[in-house]
């Protein structure tokens, strides 16, 4: 298999030891608070241990991401013989309408024979409205009497009843683009075809490459995550979940440690007779099998390409069971598998395992370091014990040489910023769930993640979860305003740097309780940007405009022309994107007359036939979504700025806009 080098900068690697050795070393041996009490003592050693396991996390992290490569997709022969491949879709309790979009993009993805091609809904809900659906669309239907093992015990159900030797896992609301197999299988056919050669040429059994075991694609979605939703950034920042999907993954290429996320992945038979399916009784039991098949001596690869798009979750509760699902079940993971005594695993694959371990006990250092500068500010207690000056020598150049770094190496998905304020969102609800799971104590319930647009719980419920932020910035204030006082009259020094991570703390936590007050979602349906054609007739002659943005309820589409269309008439629309071109009903809403002396007409769909549906969900979900790839603003200013103005206007109060045109049926 060729490799596409993408980054090789160890020397920044070389320069990220020495300043951090050198930091450590300061810190161990000349800043530990002895000599302020056993409090201070205590409060200090545990800043210590926080720090050193950031510390490990960040090398680890950065070791892979300095060396960031992807497989090279193997170019075959034309009259290459594609295998039968089975598709599986998941289900259990989302909505049939969501199943059946994920249906449409799985019938609808290219293949040299289709007939090889083998879909099946596995329902784990025993629903008949799904039963239904499957039967229409021509695709298999599989459950089971019971629910034993949950997603596991599904899958491993739907293995005993197919055959063919390379399964597609997707969650019910995974939609693949029409490439998804073309851009996929061939790296599974190109390693055999390797293997085969090799054999001939007399290559020993034990000697022959790695035969490939599953491919993960990355998560990618078609709707904003709650963090850009709420933060109002779906224009600024990309999804929370690219940067792992398609940075750190690709990281995890070299190591041969991908981790298996259960979804947009294609695996083979072999490899998961080899590990007798899917292991049961673990919450993530995509993790789970996807250590044991690399531990069996099987590859695995991930790329960056985006090929697929899902439902992030909708609402807070939503984020936080996913969320505590997903640290729970890493801990159970270790507890069941353990990567770091698992047969078969090398060394680079136990650290980089035990790094997404470790990933999930970042709560507690977040708190730590929120509770660190308040706790000598406010209350006195100095668990630092160090001059200014040595603060700049020591901590400074190794802080900025790691901003830099993280900068440079995270592919402009994520910055610390950033990351400070995901983890301090998020810190309060993951402390208890990880806490609990690594005593033994398990969650009472699984639950799959909400796939369906609900309302989120009141505001009693919010405000209860912005508590412990709430508490936390209201003493950094205190802090900050200690600070400041203690620096401008006793020319303390001391405050400076406390003053310095105050304000950084500060803002994350006021980030935290912006994103707690929460962001009304209004649509009955996502709507999308999109600039294609559509053509329409109107008084028996047929026109031409373009479409500004579209839903699966309706679309909106601005001309120069000036059109009378009536309320209540319903008119012809054809919709074209690429290849697909979409014949729809719409009965027309409102005009608007834009500030470029264009005209904006809005629509709704009357009902459509399941063909003119099928091409509007491609239309609009066959292709990468238009949020950002990169990370556009740095500015802490507008970050703030762009919160409290948006969440504050007044939008529900003012009246119609003044450029609406009224439309009149004497029009």
Not at 113 to 135: A, F, M, S, T, W
Not at 159 to 173: E, K, R
Not at 299 to 308: C, D, F, H, W
Not at 398 to 413: A, D, E, Q, V
Request: net charge positive.
């Amino acid at each position: 298999m060729k490799w596409n080098k993408i980054q090789s900068e160890r020397k920044w690697l070389i320069v990220y030891l020495l300043l951090t050795g050198l930091y450590v070393i300061w810190r161990v041996f000349f800043t530990l608070p002895m000599r302020y009490g056993l409090l201070a003592f205590i409060v200090g050693i545990v800043l210590l241990v926080a720090e050193c396991l950031g510390i490990i996390d960040f090398l680890i992290h950065f070791i892979g991401i300095t060396r960031l490569v992807v497989p090279e997709k193997p170019k075959l022969d034309p009259l290459t013989e594609y295998p039968d491949v089975d598709v599986f879709i998941a289900t259990y309790n989302e909505p049939w309408e969501i199943i059946y979009k994920t249906v449409i993009g799985c019938k609808n993805m290219d293949y040299p024979n289709p007939q090889k091609v083998h879909i099946y809904v596995l329902d784990d809900g025993h629903r008949e409205e799904v039963r239904r659906l499957c039967k229409e669309a021509s695709v298999g239907y599989i459950t089971r009497d019971d629910n034993e093992h949950a997603k596991a015990g599904n899958i491993n159900n739907a293995l005993a009843q197919t055959t063919s030797p390379y399964i597609v896992t997707f969650d019910a609301d995974m939609i693949p683009m029409h490439q998804f197999l073309m851009e996929t299988l061939p790296y599974f056919i190109g390693n055999e075809a390797i293997r085969a050669q090799e054999r001939q040429e007399g290559i020993e059994e034990h000697n022959l490459t790695k035969r490939l075991g599953f491919l993960q694609v990355p998560q990618a979605f078609y709707n904003a995550d709650i963090f850009q939703h709420r933060l109002f950034s779906e224009e600024v920042i990309p999804n929370e979940q690219d940067y792992f999907h398609r940075e750190v993954q690709l990281a995890k290429n070299a190591s041969n440690s991908v981790i298996y996320s259960g979804s947009n992945t294609v695996i083979t038979r072999q490899a998961l007779e080899d590990v007798e399916g899917f292991v049961t009784g673990i919450i993530t039991e995509d993790i789970a099998t996807g250590i044991r098949i690399q531990a069996k001596g099987y590859q695995s690869y991930a790329i960056n390409e985006v090929l697929a798009t899902g439902l992030s979750p909708y609402d807070l509760e939503a984020i936080i069971k996913q969320r505590n699902r997903w640290a729970r079940g890493c801990i159970q993971t270790f507890r069941r598998v353990n990567p770091l005594f698992l047969k078969g695993l090398s060394a680079a694959q136990r650290l980089n395992y035990f790094d997404a371990l470790l990933y999930w006990y970042a709560p507690f250092k977040r708190l730590i370091y929120l509770l660190a500068p308040i706790l000598f500010t406010v209350f006195g207690v100095k668990v630092v014990d160090a001059t200014l000056l040595e603060v700049i020598i020591f901590w400074l150049p190794m802080y900025i040489f790691n901003t830099l770094m993280f900068k440079k190496f995270s592919g402009k998905r994520r910055t610390m910023k950033w990351t400070n304020i995901y983890d301090t969102i998020l810190m309060p609800t993951l402390i208890p769930a990880v806490f609990l799971e690594t005593l033994g104590i398990k969650m009472k319930k699984f639950e799959v993640t909400a796939k369906k647009r609900q309302t989120n719980k009141g505001l009693k419920y919010r405000l209860q979860l912005a508590i412990p932020h709430a508490i936390l910035f209201f003493f950094t204030i205190m802090g900050m305003t200690t600070s400041i006082l203690e620096v401008i009259f006793n020319h303390d020094t001391a405050y400076v740097i406390n003053l310095f991570w105050l304000i950084v703390n500060g803002y994350a936590l006021l980030m935290a309780l912006l994103f707690v007050l929460d962001r009304p979602t209004r649509r009955v349906s996502e709507r999308f940007k999109m600039d294609v054609p559509v053509s329409f007739s109107f008084h028996t002659q047929n026109d031409e405009a373009r479409v500004i943005d579209i839903s699966e309820s309706g679309i909106a589409m601005v001309s120069e022309e000036y059109y009378d269309f009536k309320e209540t008439m319903s008119y012809p629309l054809k919709i074209r994107r690429g290849n697909y071109c979409a014949q729809v009903e719409a009965r027309f809403i409102r005009v608007n007359e834009l500030k470029d002396h264009r005209y904006k007409y809005a629509f709704v769909y009357n009902e459509m036939d399941s063909t003119e549906y099928e091409q509007l969900v491609l239309i609009l979900f066959d292709r990468v979504p238009d949020y950002p790839d990169y990370i556009r603003s740095q500015s802490v200013f507008k970050d703030i700025s762009r919160n409290t103005l948006q969440r504050f206007k007044q939008c529900p109060c003012r009246k119609a806009n003044k450029n609406k045109l009224r439309v009149e049926s004497s029009l």
